[in-house]
Structure formats: structure tokens, C-alpha cells
């Protein structure tokens, strides 16, 4: 009740009142930065309270670390995963309360309970296999036991379906329900409306540090929470005008391969466009401009700028004028422990140096430029970016490369985790900086965002493309079959 927050003097959250009933689906949706990652901070004793009131079973609770949150039952599963990598699934569950006997660790135990909690559940897993050899779903997964395996009163869930499939979506369902049925509680935080609307008995909404309402689940609906979160209703009724491609700015792709996931790539992209990727998981998209960008070694085939051939050392690349947005935020696109500040600047100190000296000045000007000019939330440049919300951090890495001069943009799935408001943000840069002329290359898996993001798109199938498609000619299922391997009447095969 009444929580409050500040962060060098910034509020961040106002008189917070959030209530959750026992046996109850509450959803929490905001814009990225409206302060649901820092009331599940304080909620489960990452963060200590300015101001306010905690309140369990009616009763005062002082929750002031992750051991007195566990203590009262609570869970959280957040979006950015915290496992690790190196031990078993049961060994990560266990991890901090093993069960020990004559003071040695009882693993065949700790396996034989876990593995009962997964057959329980039914969840396709192994206690004994290492998280090292789990995909982003399965770990996502052992995320999800770990709560359960605590037998929490409430769990809180973040974006718990960001890196699951469709059928390992609906068991998550499935268990949320079970939980329900025996009492549980469940904070859902998610930035998908579709979601919310099929499990969740009520929805807070939050902006700018505030409460500004609770729906019952018969007055959620899209245009209503979308208005609430942001302020202002969201039109993408049309599209951008069609843009003046420079075909003197190409990047060429000639016989590219890699491994066995790339087998002959041959395609040209050009400044003005926006030139969009599609495939399903595994098609080597994100190889591609992995070697496009010098991150990955090709092992065949020849890649020109201009007609100049491209650096295999990113470095080099990054000093001609290409920027990179990774898929895995987390591992690949921030360093959590440094501020904001670095984070932005760090692929710039070739242009902030001075005979080798980085200007301290100059790094805070360019940093506090593209937090102006990217608005990124709180606009303080020595926090830590792990302390900023999953699209704002996606700011920050996009602002690292829109702060300089681009001649060609890589973008691997740069909305993952990320609401309509900053979504909406996030699509004005990036045409932005195909107008200014750079050639701007996205991969992304939301169909949606590639029929009305892109100027033209490629479709991936077996390591190599299998159809193209113009703004004018293509739709979602079209894309979705050729990403399948079925021909359409819509595209034509490349």
C-alpha cells in the first residue's frame, strides 16, 4: 500500500497500491519503464521501499532481502533467466537449500524429487540433464519448477511464454490453472493482451509509476488497456511511404554458406529499404547476418559493401559503419553490470578517443544525447542497465548504433519482450534510419511486424531463401507457408 521509490531523486514509483487475492490470475501489464520490474524488485526483497506498507494474510511484513520473500511464500520467475548453466536441472532447483546427509550433497534425492515434480506437471524434462544442453524453452521451464518446487503462496510470473513454444505455452496454462485450483496466487506480467485476457481474473495497469486502473476480465479489451498504458491510442492503419531505394548503397551476398545452415545465400539489400527476414527457428537467419556482421566465420561465399568486400572482424566492421541488435538481449546485446552510460557508448570510442584518450566529457554528452533522444527510462546514466526494464535495456543497445553513423543495420528480433509503446518507438527509428539511407536488415519471427515493418521480404527455409515477397503483395499466411516450405501464388521463388 502506498509504495513508493526513487532513484537519485527520480520517482519512479507513486503511491503504489496493488492488491492480489488468494486463488487469483492477476495480471500486471505497462509500458516498459512504468515501474513493474521495480515493484516486483521491491515485492521480493531486491529492492528496499522509500515509502509504503507490505501487507501478507492482512498482516505488516518487512521483506528486506530474498530470503524473507521466500520466507512469506513469494516466487518470481523472471524474464531474464538466472540459472546455471554448468549443473543439472535438479542441482539448479535445489541450488542454496541442497539436502544433505553425514554433510555430503544427497543428489540421487534431490533427482528423484525433482523428477517427480516433473512428471507431475508432465514438463519434458530430465532432473539429471545439464541446463547447458537445454534450449531457451526447457529453461525457461526449470525456471517455472523452481517456483513450484518452493510451494509458494504467490508466484510471480515475467513474461513466462517470451521463449516458449505454442504447445509449451498451453502447459504453462494448464499448470497456471492447477495452481489456481489449490489456492495460489499468481501475479502474470506480460506484454501480450491475448494472453491476459484468457487467464487473468483481473488487470492493473500501470504508467509513469502509477496505478491508473483495474479491469475485470469482461472489460479487458485492446484499445481500452492500450489507451491506459500509454496515454494515447495506437493507429497502424498505413504504412510508410514507399521509400527511394539507393541502389548504389548495396550490400551484396554472393554463394554464402556456413556450415550445414547456410547453403548458397545469394541477395542484395539497398539504403532506403527496410529489407525483412523471415523463417521459422532454425532456418539460419540469425546465422546469416551473424556473418554478415563478422560474429560468425562463413565458411564459403563472398559479402560486399559498395562493392568492397565486407571485414570478417567486427571491429573493423563496426569502424565502416555497421551496427548489430542481437536476439539474445541478456548474453550478446549489454554488459548488466555497467551503467547505461557505457553500455551506449562502448562501441564508440573510436569517435571519443583523442590519441588514444577517451574524453569523459565527450562520453557523458553522447550518453545523455541518446537518452534524450531515445528515451530511455529513468534517464539516468550511472545505473546500472540491469536495473532498467527488458525495453528499455532494448533502447539502450539500439541507441549504442542510432547514435552513430550507420551505413547498414543489423536487427535480429529487437521487439522480443518489449510493449506496444516502446514497439511503436522502436519502428520509428528503425525507418528512420532507412530514410537517412543506411540499408537496414530485420530478422523477426512476429509476422506482423514483418508485413508492416518491411519493404520487402525474404523468406528462409533449410538454410537457404525460398521466397520473396513485396510490401504490396504479402500477408502473414503467405509468409507462414513459405516459411513451411510451400510455394504461394502471392510470393515468387528466388
Not at 545505473?383 to 547514435?403: A, Y
Not at 547498414?408 to 518507438?425: H, S
Not at 509476422?447 to 538454410?463: F, H, K, N, P, Q
Amino acid at each position: 500500500m502506498g509504495i513508493c521509490k526513487r532513484f537519485d531523486g527520480i520517482s519512479v514509483l507513486k503511491n503504489v497500491d496493488l492488491r492480489i487475492h488468494y486463488g487469483e490470475v492477476h495480471a500486471l501489464m505497462g509500458e516498459n519503464g512504468a515501474g513493474k520490474s521495480t515493484l516486483i524488485k521491491i515485492i521480493t526483497g531486491v529492492y528496499t521501499k522509500d515509502e509504503g506498507d507490505i501487507y501478507v494474510d492482512g498482516n505488516p511484513v518487512k521483506i528486506s532481502t530474498r530470503y524473507d520473500a521466500t520466507a512469506l511464500g513469494i516466487s518470481v520467475i523472471y524474464q531474464e533467466l538466472s540459472l546455471i548453466p554448468a549443473l543439472t536441472v535438479a542441482e539448479n532447483i535445489y541450488l542454496g537449500h541442497e539436502t544433505t546427509k553425514l554433510g555430503k550433497l544427497s543428489k540421487r534425492k534431490m533427482s528423484e524429487t525433482v523428477q517427480a515434480l516433473i512428471d507431475r506437471y508432465e514438463f519434458d524434462l530430465n532432473a539429471n540433464t545439464t541446463v547447458e544442453s537445454l534450449g531457451m524453452a526447457k529453461r525457461q521451464m526449470v525456471e517455472i519448477l523452481k517456483a513450484l518446487s518452493a510451494d509458494a503462496k504467490l508466484i510471480i510470473m515475467d513474461e513466462p511464454t517470451s521463449s516458449l513454444s505454442t504447445a509449451e505455452s498451453e502447459r504453462l496454462f494448464e499448470t497456471i490453472a492447477g495452481l489456481r485450483k489449490k489456492g495460489a496466487s499468481i501475479l502474470y506480467i506480460s506484454h501480450r493482451l491475448d494472453e491476459v485476457y484468457r487467464i487473468a481474473d483481473r488487470l492493473t495497469v500501470m504508467r509513469d509509476g502509477e496505478i491508473v486502473g483495474v479491469l475485470g476480465k469482461d472489460d479487458i479489451n485492446a484499445p481500452v488497456v492500450t489507451k491506459m498504458m500509454i496515454g494515447r491510442e495506437i493507429k497502424q492503419d498505413a504504412k510508410r511511404e514507399t521509400p527511394a531505394v539507393n541502389e548504389a548503397n548495396c550490400l551484396e551476398i554472393k554463394g554464402l554458406s556456413y556450415k550445414n545452415i547456410l547453403k548458397d545465400i545469394n541477395f542484395k539489400a539497398y539504403g532506403g529499404e527496410v529489407l525483412g527476414i523471415g523463417g521459422l527457428v532454425g532456418s539460419g537467419r540469425t546465422e546469416l547476418i551473424k556473418c554478415i556482421y563478422g560474429a560468425l566465420d562463413k565458411g564459403s561465399g563472398d559479402i560486399s559493401l559498395k562493392g568492397k568486400p565486407v571485414s570478417k572482424i567486427v571491429r573493423k566492421n563496426i569502424k565502416n559503419g555497421f551496427g548489430f541488435v542481437p536476439e539474445d538481449r541478456l548474453r550478446e546485446g549489454y554488459a548488466p553490470g555497467l551503467s547505461v552510460a557505457r553500455n551506449i557508448v562502448v562501441s564508440s570510442y573510436d569517435i571519443l578517443a583523442k590519441t588514444g584518450v577517451v574524453s569523459h566529457s565527450k562520453e557523458r554528452k553522447h550518453a545523455d544525447k541518446a537518452i534524450r533522444d531515445y528515451d530511455i527510462r529513468p534517464p539516468l546514466r550511472n545505473l546500472p542497465i540491469r536495473n532498467l526494464s527488458g525495453g528499455n535495456q532494448q533502447k539502450v543497445v539500439l541507441s549504442r548504433w542510432l547514435s552513430r553513423k550507420l551505413q547498414v543495420l543489423l536487427l535480429d528480433e529487437p521487439t522480443v519482450g518489449v510493449d506496444v509503446g516502446v514497439k511503436e518507438d522502436l519502428y520509428n527509428y528503425i525507418w528512420e534510419q532507412a530514410e537517412s539511407g543506411a540499408i537496414v536488415i530485420l530478422v523477426s519471427s512476429d509476422l506482423a511486424e514483418l508485413t508492416y515493418v518491411s519493404d520487402r521480404i525474404l523468406v528462409m527455409y533449410g538454410g537457404c531463401f525460398f521466397e520473396e515477397f513485396t510490401r504490396e503483395d504479402v500477408s502473414q499466411s503467405a509468409i507462414l507457408q513459405a516459411a513451411s516450405g510451400v510455394h504461394t501464388e502471392e510470393g515468387r521463388a528466388i
